[in-house]
């Protein structure tokens, strides 16, 4: 039977009440954390490699439609402007321009408002859009609107609009017990101010819509990874019903958080479409892409640690000024002083400074990511003082306790994780590095600790067919942006079939179903989804005992079924599934499956563990990632290969964001110099170090029925800071400022 | 003015009009497989093979492309490329799979030039191919697979 229970959700920190929609008579017991699985925890290839491997996956991008019109952007060449004149006319009398839309556009959508504007706060900022029956047509369009600005002033300085007290947002003040008496009383302080570069996300594949009306029922896809949130911001924008606006998104060219919802692309190419009555095709170019795409923010942040000269650590003030550019949801940077070590005094200041770059928004483990690269090296410092070893002062200091809420952690490994990371890292030998080496190169190595959400959550369904021929079809509302979640689900629902994983096939990428799952973000699609996959599977094998039961006149409790073959405990049944399956005919076993709430009393929280050793020449400032290994506690793990292309892909971006990643705004102009992807410097597979990964892969009892969390953001938390903790370690110093540089590190070491 | 290009041993009448081979390839021939990720030559999501050597097509006139054998992913499904692709699948070196194409064609053409390459050979001929999902390690794994298997 369905019941609605109240629960409370989490997305990246942000807690919410909820109704969730759960089956009371769902009786599917948790797997145990020994049991003896057949499939999941055993590494698998994902279901759609080939198709991938063979450029047969089909993008956003590679959407071919009859008559489709190709969408330019015009964006405003200046930080702060007011648009003087734009002739929309001219550009719509321009040969094959079918529609065009500028800020004072009468526009159908109704939302969102203004879809553009006249007086654009960022280089970058879209100001109006031409869609015609080519590319070129269109780009001719967009040179007809012969825009006019008048420059504004402009500000991206963040200690300037500290100066102004220019925020998007009021400063937060979090603190309990009182941090500044604890820090005057403490027998050892430490401070340290460093900041932290703007980060672009660079998704290969860039944001992009293809919009398509048929009367009142919009089609559209979108390069997303919140199809659902998409479909409900387009129904509204557009006054349609839900079930009228159609979703597609089953490749995605990568996200990495910037890709929420519709986005300015999907709503504009919908609203063109709508004007033109043709289907409409939105691509940014990468220059658009890399200006207008989103940013992690830069910040500036100070830490002040005390501590027992046993390594207490009693007091801990932090502050982070953060440049929001022109607003967004204000990233969490402080979660990691507020709860990675046990300290009943804590005081966190955050200031989300409003500057003219584009709204800030989630970049894989916003906030947290760059709140550890200071945290951490401040912890590092504090070891420095205390004569102690870096991951004895972390061991010392941990708590099994939310700091924040006071509930117990529903699991927590991170104990163990230092161990197997010092283990495979050799860390008690790290000392040898410093001594002379036969390249003349210094080295050293260094540690941080990775603490994230990950636990997810309801509301999340899926849907399990089974067919005459034994093969079954997993409905699910995931968005595969390349995480492998959708083999997860394969994976999970075979399992529990009892079916060969060929027989399996999982489907998510498309609204239409209206199966619900939640964006692919905040580390939440395994541990939301999983469970409610096992669940609707489990409805389908007992099913299909039941009629085998039927079939074969035994009763039901005496069959089982597994690799694909109906068996009595006796033995004297053992057949294909078909055999059951066949009488069928065009019927087909049915079963749905949902997510339950997960356990009061407990806070779900993934933690990690990352040692990093790097190599430095001296006189070049060149740093070089020699070796990163990862241990990250995220429950049990369903698919080891999947999960470690998650690391890897987690620590890469770690290393660039440590040694070459860095939005550069020119402080004449506000402009960003560097939004191209020959000089903002994501990494290639020649900058790859070792990457040495390992999970406890301890199932959390105390989530539901999979006892899994989310591997999304954890691999990229730490990896920056152990880096400059092992470039402290080789030097004996710390560059103030991250990306670490030739400059900085020059500068550093002189 | 109609050229003839020479797509997977497939000869196409095609009218470049001033544009890239990487437009025509999409555009006209529906090859979807090539992509474009940054337009400029700097991340090698267009590669394709130009008498067996990887190009960017992104940066390569199609006008320029004539009289020469073009070789797009499509046309990549038989002995070494196979191999590779079964490598990279079997193997994990693709996550999003959108660069994926262009990683394939790189490493077909670096296998067939050199069949035994080492990590730094790997690593010289991949530099070109850029993965935001960060596929690296697995990419350099299936590249020594393929060629252990070829």
Same mark, same amino acid.
């Given at each position: 039977m369905s019941r609605f229970v109240r629960t409370r959700t989490e997305m990246e920190g942000r807690y919410e009440d909820v109704w969730a929609l759960v089956d @009371?008579?769902?009786?599917?017991e948790s797997w145990a954390p020994d049991a003896a699985l057949s499939l999941v925890g055993r590494p698998v290839p994902r279901q759609d490699g080939a198709a991938r491997a063979a450029g047969r996956a089909r993008f956003t991008v590679d959407v071919r439609l009859a008559g489709t019109l190709h969408a330019v952007v015009l964006r405003s060449p200046v930080a702060h402007g007011r648009v003087r004149s734009l002739d929309l006319d001219g550009a719509r009398a321009v040969?094959?321009?079918?529609a065009v839309i500028g800020p004072d556009s009468e526009l159908s959508?109704?939302?969102?408002?203004? !879809?553009?504007?006249? @007086? %654009? /706060?960022?280089?970058?900022?879209?100001v109006a859009v031409v869609a015609a029956d080519t590319l070129e047509a269109a780009h001719a369009g967009v040179l007809a609107l012969a825009l006019d600005l008048e420059v504004l002033p402009h500000l991206v300085d963040v200690e300037e609009g500290l100066r102004e007290q220019r925020f998007t947002a009021d400063p937060t003040d979090e603190a309990r017990g009182d941090a500044e008496v604890a820090l005057a009383a403490a027998e050892v302080t430490v401070e340290l101010s460093l900041e932290t570069p703007g980060q672009l996300?660079?998704? $290969?594949?860039?944001h992009a819509a293809v919009a398509s009306w048929e009367g009142e029922r919009l089609t559209i896809w979108v390069s997303t990874q919140g199809m659902f949130a998409a479909r409900d911001e387009l129904a509204r924008a557009f006054g !349609?019903?839900?079930?009228d606006v159609r979703v597609l998104t089953e490749?995605?060219?990568?996200?990495?958080?910037?890709?929420?919802?519709?986005?300015f692309e999907a709503l504009a190419a919908a609203e063109l479409s709508r004007i033109a009555g043709r289907p409409v095709r939105l691509v940014n170019d990468r220059h658009g892409e890399q200006l207008d795409g989103g940013r992690r923010a830069a910040s500036r942040q100070t830490v002040r640690l005390g501590a027992s000269?046993?390594? =207490?650590?009693t007091a801990i003030d932090a502050d982070a000024v953060i440049g929001?550019?022109?607003? /967004?949801w204000m990233p969490p940077v402080l979660i990691p002083a507020r709860t990675l070590y046990r300290c009943a005094d804590v005081r966190a200041l955050t200031f989300p400074v409003k500057t003219n770059l584009r709204a800030q928004n989630a970049f894989r483990a916003p906030g947290v990511m760059e709140g550890t690269t200071a945290f951490e090296q401040a912890i590092d410092e504090l070891a420095l003082a205390l004569d102690m070893d870096p991951l004895e002062l972390r061991r010392r200091n941990h708590?099994? +306790?939310?700091?924040?809420?006071?509930s117990p952690y529903s699991s927590n490994q991170l104990l163990a994780c230092y161990d197997r990371a010092a283990e495979l890292a050799g860390w008690a030998a790290r000392?040898? $590095?410093?001594?002379?080496?036969p390249d003349g190169l210094l080295r050293g190595m260094g540690c941080a600790s990775q603490i994230w959400w990950g636990g997810g959550g309801p509301p999340s369904h899926a849907t399990v067919r089974l067919d005459s021929e034994g093969h079954a079809t997993v409905m699910t509302?995931?968005?595969? +942006?390349?995480?492998?979640t959708l083999t997860s689900a394969q994976i999970v629902a075979a399992e529990e079939l009892g079916l %060969?994983?060929?027989?399996v096939r999982a489907l998510g990428?498309? =609204?239409?179903?209206?199966v619900y799952g939640p964006i692919?973000? /905040?580390?939440?699609t395994t541990p939301s989804v999983m469970p409610a996959v096992r669940s609707a599977a489990a409805k389908v094998r007992k099913t299909l005992l039941q009629l085998a039961g039927d079939v074969f006149e035994?009763?039901?409790?005496d069959l089982e079924v597994s690799d694909g073959r109906i068996r009595s405990r006796d033995g004297a049944i053992d057949v294909e599934v078909t055999e059951v399956t066949a009488k069928l005919g065009d019927a087909t076993i049915d079963g749905s499956g949902s997510r339950g709430p997960n356990p009061g009393g407990f806070v779900v929280h993934t933690f990690g563990c990352q040692i990093a050793q790097v190599s430095v020449d001296a006189a070049l400032g060149e740093v070089r990632v020699e070796r990163v290994v990862a241990v990250h506690?995220? /429950?049990? +793990?369903?698919n080891p290969l999947t999960a470690s292309s998650q690391v890897e892909g987690g620590v890469l971006q770690g290393v660039a964001f440590a040694l070459t990643e860095e939005l550069v705004?020119?402080? =004449? =102009?506000?402009?960003?110099?560097?939004?191209? $992807?020959d000089d903002y410097k994501i990494p290639t597979i020649a900058d790859t170090p070792e990457i040495v990964i390992d999970f406890?892969?301890?199932?959390? @009892?105390? !989530?539901?029925?999979?006892?899994t969390k989310g591997l999304g953001?954890?691999?990229?938390?730490?990896t920056a800071a152990a880096i400059a903790n092992a470039f402290a370690h080789a030097t004996g110093r710390r560059a103030v400022?991250?990306?670490?540089?030739r400059d900085r590190v020059l500068e550093a070491l002189a | 003015m109609e050229v003839i290009l020479e797509v997977n041993g497939e000869r196409h009448s095609v009218v470049?009009?001033?544009?890239r081979l990487l437009a025509v390839l999409r555009?006209?021939?529906? #090859?979807?497989g090539t992509k474009l990720a940054c337009?400029?030559? &700097?991340?090698? &999501?267009c590669a394709v093979l130009v008498d067996g050597r990887p190009v960017n097509a992104c940066l390569l #006139? &199609?006008?320029?492309?004539?009289g020469h054998q073009i070789v797009t992913i499509e046309g990549l499904s038989v002995g070494r490329a196979h191999a590779v692709q079964e490598a990279f699948v079997a193997e994990d070196a693709?996550?999003?799979?959108?660069c994926t194409p262009g990683q394939v064609v790189s490493a077909t053409a670096l296998l067939e030039r050199t069949p035994a390459p080492t990590r730094e050979q790997i690593h010289e001929a991949m530099a070109g191919n850029l993965c935001r999902c960060g596929a690296y390690p697995k990419i350099e794994r299936a590249i020594l697979r393929a060629a252990g298997s070829a």
């Amino acid at each position: 039977m369905s019941r609605f229970v109240r629960t409370r959700t989490e997305m990246e920190g942000r807690y919410e009440d909820v109704w969730a929609l759960v089956d @009371e008579s769902d009786d599917t017991e948790s797997w145990a954390p020994d049991a003896a699985l057949s499939l999941v925890g055993r590494p698998v290839p994902r279901q759609d490699g080939a198709a991938r491997a063979a450029g047969r996956a089909r993008f956003t991008v590679d959407v071919r439609l009859a008559g489709t019109l190709h969408a330019v952007v015009l964006r405003s060449p200046v930080a702060h402007g007011r648009v003087r004149s734009l002739d929309l006319d001219g550009a719509r009398a321009v040969p094959g321009v079918r529609a065009v839309i500028g800020p004072d556009s009468e526009l159908s959508l109704t939302t969102r408002s203004p !879809l553009l504007r006249g @007086e %654009p /706060g960022y280089a970058g900022a879209p100001v109006a859009v031409v869609a015609a029956d080519t590319l070129e047509a269109a780009h001719a369009g967009v040179l007809a609107l012969a825009l006019d600005l008048e420059v504004l002033p402009h500000l991206v300085d963040v200690e300037e609009g500290l100066r102004e007290q220019r925020f998007t947002a009021d400063p937060t003040d979090e603190a309990r017990g009182d941090a500044e008496v604890a820090l005057a009383a403490a027998e050892v302080t430490v401070e340290l101010s460093l900041e932290t570069p703007g980060q672009l996300q660079t998704a $290969l594949e860039p944001h992009a819509a293809v919009a398509s009306w048929e009367g009142e029922r919009l089609t559209i896809w979108v390069s997303t990874q919140g199809m659902f949130a998409a479909r409900d911001e387009l129904a509204r924008a557009f006054g !349609l019903r839900k079930s009228d606006v159609r979703v597609l998104t089953e490749f995605v060219g990568g996200g990495f958080g910037a890709k929420q919802g519709a986005g300015f692309e999907a709503l504009a190419a919908a609203e063109l479409s709508r004007i033109a009555g043709r289907p409409v095709r939105l691509v940014n170019d990468r220059h658009g892409e890399q200006l207008d795409g989103g940013r992690r923010a830069a910040s500036r942040q100070t830490v002040r640690l005390g501590a027992s000269r046993d390594g =207490t650590i009693t007091a801990i003030d932090a502050d982070a000024v953060i440049g929001m550019g022109q607003g /967004g949801w204000m990233p969490p940077v402080l979660i990691p002083a507020r709860t990675l070590y046990r300290c009943a005094d804590v005081r966190a200041l955050t200031f989300p400074v409003k500057t003219n770059l584009r709204a800030q928004n989630a970049f894989r483990a916003p906030g947290v990511m760059e709140g550890t690269t200071a945290f951490e090296q401040a912890i590092d410092e504090l070891a420095l003082a205390l004569d102690m070893d870096p991951l004895e002062l972390r061991r010392r200091n941990h708590t099994d +306790i939310d700091q924040v809420s006071g509930s117990p952690y529903s699991s927590n490994q991170l104990l163990a994780c230092y161990d197997r990371a010092a283990e495979l890292a050799g860390w008690a030998a790290r000392g040898e $590095l410093r001594e002379p080496q036969p390249d003349g190169l210094l080295r050293g190595m260094g540690c941080a600790s990775q603490i994230w959400w990950g636990g997810g959550g309801p509301p999340s369904h899926a849907t399990v067919r089974l067919d005459s021929e034994g093969h079954a079809t997993v409905m699910t509302g995931i968005q595969d +942006i390349g995480t492998g979640t959708l083999t997860s689900a394969q994976i999970v629902a075979a399992e529990e079939l009892g079916l %060969p994983l060929a027989h399996v096939r999982a489907l998510g990428g498309d =609204t239409a179903p209206n199966v619900y799952g939640p964006i692919a973000g /905040g580390s939440q699609t395994t541990p939301s989804v999983m469970p409610a996959v096992r669940s609707a599977a489990a409805k389908v094998r007992k099913t299909l005992l039941q009629l085998a039961g039927d079939v074969f006149e035994i009763a039901v409790g005496d069959l089982e079924v597994s690799d694909g073959r109906i068996r009595s405990r006796d033995g004297a049944i053992d057949v294909e599934v078909t055999e059951v399956t066949a009488k069928l005919g065009d019927a087909t076993i049915d079963g749905s499956g949902s997510r339950g709430p997960n356990p009061g009393g407990f806070v779900v929280h993934t933690f990690g563990c990352q040692i990093a050793q790097v190599s430095v020449d001296a006189a070049l400032g060149e740093v070089r990632v020699e070796r990163v290994v990862a241990v990250h506690d995220v /429950g049990r +793990i369903v698919n080891p290969l999947t999960a470690s292309s998650q690391v890897e892909g987690g620590v890469l971006q770690g290393v660039a964001f440590a040694l070459t990643e860095e939005l550069v705004v020119d402080p =004449t =102009t506000g402009i960003p110099v560097n939004a191209y $992807l020959d000089d903002y410097k994501i990494p290639t597979i020649a900058d790859t170090p070792e990457i040495v990964i390992d999970f406890p892969g301890i199932a959390d @009892e105390n !989530l539901p029925t999979t006892g899994t969390k989310g591997l999304g953001e954890p691999p990229i938390i730490p990896t920056a800071a152990a880096i400059a903790n092992a470039f402290a370690h080789a030097t004996g110093r710390r560059a103030v400022a991250l990306p670490l540089t030739r400059d900085r590190v020059l500068e550093a070491l002189a | 003015m109609e050229v003839i290009l020479e797509v997977n041993g497939e000869r196409h009448s095609v009218v470049p009009s001033g544009r890239r081979l990487l437009a025509v390839l999409r555009d006209d021939l529906e #090859l979807l497989g090539t992509k474009l990720a940054c337009g400029e030559g &700097a991340c090698g &999501a267009c590669a394709v093979l130009v008498d067996g050597r990887p190009v960017n097509a992104c940066l390569l #006139l &199609a006008e320029a492309a004539v009289g020469h054998q073009i070789v797009t992913i499509e046309g990549l499904s038989v002995g070494r490329a196979h191999a590779v692709q079964e490598a990279f699948v079997a193997e994990d070196a693709l996550q999003c799979g959108y660069c994926t194409p262009g990683q394939v064609v790189s490493a077909t053409a670096l296998l067939e030039r050199t069949p035994a390459p080492t990590r730094e050979q790997i690593h010289e001929a991949m530099a070109g191919n850029l993965c935001r999902c960060g596929a690296y390690p697995k990419i350099e794994r299936a590249i020594l697979r393929a060629a252990g298997s070829a």
